[in-house]
């Protein structure tokens, strides 16, 4: 398995005050959930077509035996074209097989698709599928399933995926296990676009997917109660042989993470995952306890408005960029579990594309102070910060008001709830926010979906011409050098003039029982795979 090691700096000191700050935040906001999820708008609409299934059952029954048990976050959304969540990726990834996925070393790997071939041109990828595979009601998996599948994810403009997929000219059924993808420009991250989180392949026809689990996937659903619990237990015709080694799994909800970490200790459950840095360093001492620490490229992000006052002025984001303090940030947020950010999304897990060649500004309160005063701000900047109270955002938050008070900018530091910060999309419109962004597979899809002028995400409002340009190159060539010239070029364009603030990139801990064998956490835990893990001693 190839690891990419961390950036990490030396400890530095830290101050007093920096030091009781945090403590301050960590007793006002407690232990909060890490969110590890790409921001995705609320549901417009859902596809519709023909056919009709069996609904979900209801709640009731004995507890099973034998089963992993899974503490996660309560599932929202249940239709696969809408996950986004750990937890609802989780569930859906043991009921449903995606085309192609991802492995924990960040490869393409066979799933429903056996074997693929790209023509010369970049343009065209024929797959061809697995036999003998069935959905859960008993009817045979066929071509047309995903081609139904993909024209959904594609063609419905309520769906996440449909500018992920508009570079898809056409897919088409060239056997009964054969399907072909045409590209309208070459797309170097193709394989890794078809396994986004979203592209679960569903029956076609499905008429109502958010309340049927109708998948080809390892495990079949049994039991749902939405505040309280979802069960699968293992699907006999699975087509991969030996798989799944479990008889089942138990998907257990909270809302509080603290909880789930103790049910953890009292035995109550055998795995959790994206927990915060204090709950994992609380089980460091216990014998029965596996920890996981995976790097990974999940960040969380800084960003002002650069399209009106006061981040219009390129000054004033420079003047936050000298008062930032980030060694000292990684070590009280992170408590050096993670690598220091670069005010980029490419994180150093993209070794081939990540450099540390253009130098990041050194803090100096006083250059910031003077940029602040020629921008017309003598008397200091006075902010209204919103950050998500998920993860380690409202302590990093604590911190950035501490820091760039010294610099002559006062924050207001808004916490609110993530149901609140992403809802209705007022992430997108306040003037400064911290947002957690998941792992991805390949830098392309941050440059695409947050940066580039218009961008469905572009929270801080960026619109530049030379990076556009780059991030064109950098996602349609088919030569690896120009791709890595254009990335490196992207980096240098943001460290200079981007309205972004990236600090660190946060490893994805979690823990699990020493019962447990054959798990393997990936850098998006929901999509860790659960097919090859067996469990012993209960």
């Known amino acids: 398995m190839t690891v990419f090691a961390a950036f990490v700096k030396p400890r530095r000191q830290t101050t007093p005050l920096a030091v009781f700050v945090l403590a301050f935040a960590l007793f006002l906001y407690g232990c909060s959930t890490g969110a590890n999820v790409t921001p995705t708008p609320q549901p417009t609409s859902q596809a519709t077509g023909a056919g009709t299934q069996q609904a979900l059952p209801e709640s009731g029954g004995p507890e099973p035996e034998g089963f992993l048990r899974v503490a996660m976050q309560p599932v929202v959304q249940t239709d696969p074209a809408f996950i986004s969540s750990d937890p609802e990726v989780l569930a859906a990834n043991a009921v449903y097989d995606y085309l192609v996925d991802v492995t924990v070393e960040n490869t393409i790997a066979p799933r429903l698709a056996t074997a693929w071939d790209m023509s010369d041109d970049g343009l065209t990828y024929v797959f061809t599928l697995a036999e003998g595979v069935s959905f859960h009601d008993g009817s045979p998996f066929s071509a047309g399933d995903v081609v139904w599948t993909f024209n959904r994810l594609r063609n419905d403009p309520g769906l996440p995926t449909a500018a992920l997929y508009a570079n898809i000219d056409s897919i088409v059924a060239t056997g009964d296990l054969e399907v072909t993808f045409t590209l309208k420009q070459p797309n170097p991250f193709f394989l890794f676009d078809l396994s986004d989180n979203h592209a679960l392949v569903i029956k076609a026809g499905t008429q109502d997917p958010a309340n049927l689990f109708n998948g080809t996937g390892p495990f079949k659903l049994v039991d749902y109660a939405p505040e309280d619990r979802l069960i699968v237990e293992a699907y006999p015709d699975y087509f991969m042989d030996g798989q799944p080694g479990l008889p089942g799994v138990e998907f257990i909800f909270f809302n509080d993470q603290s909880a789930q970490v103790d049910a953890l200790r009292g035995g109550q459950v055998d795995l959790v995952m994206a927990i915060s840095t204090d709950l994992y360093a609380s089980l460091q001492n216990d014998p029965e306890i596996r920890l996981l620490n995976v790097p990974t490229n999940g960040f969380d992000l800084i960003r002002l408005r650069a399209d009106r006052k006061p981040g219009s002025d390129p000054r004033v984001i420079q003047a936050l960029k000298l008062a930032t303090d980030r060694e000292v940030i990684y070590q009280l947020v992170l408590q050096g579990l993670g690598s220091i950010g670069r005010d980029s999304p490419i994180g150093p897990i993209y070794s081939q594309y990540y450099t540390e060649e253009f130098p990041l500004p050194e803090r100096d309160v006083a250059q910031a102070r003077a940029l602040l005063a020629e921008a017309g701000y003598e008397n200091g900047l006075a902010l209204d910060l919103h950050t998500p109270d998920t993860g380690n955002r409202p302590n990093l938050a604590v911190l950035l008001k501490e820091q760039w008070a010294e610099a002559g900018v006062n924050l207001n530091v808004i916490v609110e709830p993530e149901s609140v ?101 990936k850098a998006f835990p929901g999509r860790s795979d659960l097919r090859n893990v067996t469990l012993s001693g209960r």
């Open 421 to 521: 910060y992403y809802g209705d999309n007022g992430w997108l419109d306040v003037d400064l926010g911290i947002t957690g962004w998941g792992s991805r597979p390949y830098p392309q899809f941050y440059l695409d979906v947050m940066l580039v002028c218009g961008a469905v995400w572009n929270e801080a409002h960026f619109c530049d011409e030379e990076f556009d340009r780059l991030v064109m190159t950098a996602g349609t060539s088919l030569d690896e050098q120009e791709r890595v010239q254009a990335y490196h070029e992207i980096q240098r364009i943001l460290i200079e003039r981007g309205p972004v603030i990236i600090p660190y990139f946060f490893a994805q801990l979690g823990a699990v029982s020493s019962q447990v064998t054959g798990f393997e956490m």
